[in-house]
């Protein structure tokens, strides 16, 4: 079956600027987490969705957003980019009614100039 | 606090040696507890995993690891390394608070193979 997608794999994007990153998750699959990734901090969870909603949230500013559609396809919006931005952007699927089964996406880089 | 600490940052063995990465975990009830590799610009991998039962666990590609609740630890092992093994290996826990919580990673540890 499909893996996760993520589109684009790479964007460069300018300070100010917003970005738009988008997940399709594995077929029947309900949940998806998002993850940022960078040198310094390592993976730190952004937030996931189940449903339509979302029912768990990290400690980013409000400037990380995201939304999940009806196919469980999912966004994530960073508005107002900041250089510290700049990072790989993984997103994880799952059903999300059981512990486990997370299949991780290959990722978009992002990149703030 | 949840958290998972990786002492090793980098690693170099030998192709064909063997390999132990570490993994030290702080969780307050019996943790849910992964190990998954990332190549270099690429996702992540699942390369085993923990819930419950034999403390002694198989994954894929000849990984195991061993989950000992007496040193909060959960080690990767794997008895000979090849060349491809080269790659970034997280141990994580959770998901955190239940079905619903987020997964905590460690730092991390780069893995280089020497031929």
């Known amino acids: 079956k499909a893996g996760v997608t993520q589109t684009p794999r790479y964007l460069i994007k300018t300070r100010g600027q917003q970005v738009t990153l988008s997940c399709s998750p594995i077929?029947?699959?309900?949940?998806v987490s998002w993850y940022q990734q960078t040198p310094g901090q390592g993976l730190q969870f952004l937030f996931e969705y189940f449903s339509e909603t979302q029912r768990n949230k990290g400690n980013f500013p409000g400037r990380f957003s995201g939304r999940q559609f009806s196919n469980s396809r999912s966004e994530m919006n960073v508005s107002t980019l900041e250089l510290g931005d700049s990072a790989l952007y993984l997103c994880?699927?799952?059903?999300?009614?059981?512990?486990?089964?997370?299949?991780f996406g290959s990722g978009t880089r992002l990149t703030v100039v | 606090a949840q958290s998972v600490t990786q002492p090793d940052i980098h690693i170099t063995v030998s192709e064909g040696a063997s390999l132990e990465l570490r993994c030290n975990y702080s969780?307050?009830?019996?943790?849910?507890l992964f190990w998954y590799v990332q190549s270099p610009g690429q996702g992540l991998q699942l390369l085993l995993k923990y819930f419950s039962g034999d403390t002694l666990v198989q994954g894929i590609k000849g990984f195991e690891a061993e989950f000992k609740r007496s040193q909060s630890s959960f080690n990767l092992r794997k008895p000979s390394v090849h060349w491809s093994d080269a790659a970034e290996y997280f141990c994580?826990?959770?998901?955190?608070?239940?079905?619903?919580?987020?997964?905590?990673f460690g730092k991390g540890t780069k893995l280089s193979v020497k031929p």
């Open positions: 994880a699927s799952r059903t999300g009614v059981s512990v486990g089964g997370y299949t």
């Open positions: 969780y307050g009830a019996t943790p849910y």
């Open positions: 994580v826990v959770g998901p955190v608070g239940g079905s619903q919580g987020n997964l905590i």
């Open positions: 077929s029947g699959h309900r949940s």
